[in-house]
Antibody, heavy 119, light 113 residues
Framework: QVQLIQSGAEVKKPGASVTVSCEAS????????MHWVRQAPGQGLEWLGW????????TYAQKFQGRVTMTRDTSINTAYMEISRLKSDDTAVYFC????????????WGQGSLVSVSS | DIVMTQSPDSLAVSLGERATINCKSS????????????LGWYQQKPGQPPKLLMY???TRESGVPDRFSGSGSGTDFTLTISNLQAEDVAVYYC?????????FGQGTRLEIK
């Protein structure tokens, strides 16, 4: 069965960087896209961008341009999302979500990774 | 950016009754080439990731009970939950994936009356 397993919770100081990983199993990794979505405490869902797992192409939401980097390692079926220059309002649960394309719905989601930013 | 607006923000419905959630997009999410509405619905329970319920506005995801149905086209969409069950208590989100940035509605909280 398809599973997306994310890395654990992180606590970071403002200005630092954090990388969240998402290990996929149960399907052919590079035939899909991976999207990243975040959810601040008690808030709604916010899309950060996607990575084409086959060729590494990326598209980021304009809000995160220059601060977010999405990569993947096809040898270990893992996608990564790095955010730099963290601010307190980056505190959120970050989800990876599989899409069958760049403009597509998300049929499987990771369990979420809490990133807390506090001085 | 396409703005997705859901209504109501919250609603309470009796067990066995019908719940209706509306979603309006600020521009059409219908693609004429393939006659599809790029609209999805998700259910999120506390402490869990969102779960896909509907895609292409009206196609039910595998394993989703047929009590859930989606309708609408263009800019106006509806998620209907018939015969409400206790396990349907959740927050529901609509999503447009017509064009980046992919955007979600603000969410509708569904409770039991």
């Amino acid at each position: 069965q398809v599973q997306l397993i994310q890395s654990g919770a992180e606590v970071k100081k403002p200005g630092a960087s954090v990388t969240v990983s998402c290990e996929a199993s149960g399907y052919t990794f590079a035939t899909y896209w991976m999207h990243w979505v975040r959810q601040a405490p008690g808030q709604g869902l916010e899309w950060l961008g996607w990575i084409n797992l086959k060729n590494g192409d990326t598209t980021y939401a304009q809000k995160f341009q220059g601060r977010v980097t999405m990569t993947r390692d096809t040898s270990i079926n893992t996608a990564y999302m790095e955010i730099s220059r963290l601010k307190s309002d980056d505190t959120a649960v970050y989800f990876c979500a599989r899409g069958d394309g760049d403009e597509y719905y998300f049929d499987y989601w990771g369990q979420g990774s809490l990133v807390s930013v506090s001085s | 950016d396409i703005v997705m607006t859901q209504s109501p923000d919250s609603l309470a419905v009796s067990l066995g009754e019908r719940a209706t959630i509306n979603c309006k997009s600020s521009q059409p999410v219908f693609y004429r080439v393939n006659s599809r509405n790029y609209l999805g619905w998700y259910q999120q329970k506390p402490g869990q990731p969102p779960k896909l319920l509907m895609y292409w506005a009206s196609t039910r995801e595998s394993g989703v009970p047929d009590r859930f149905s989606g309708s609408g086209s263009g800019t106006d969409f509806t998620l209907t939950i018939s015969n409400l069950q206790a396990e349907d208590v959740a927050v529901y989100y609509c999503q447009q994936y017509y064009t980046p940035p992919i955007t979600f509605g603000q969410g509708t909280r569904l409770e039991i009356k």
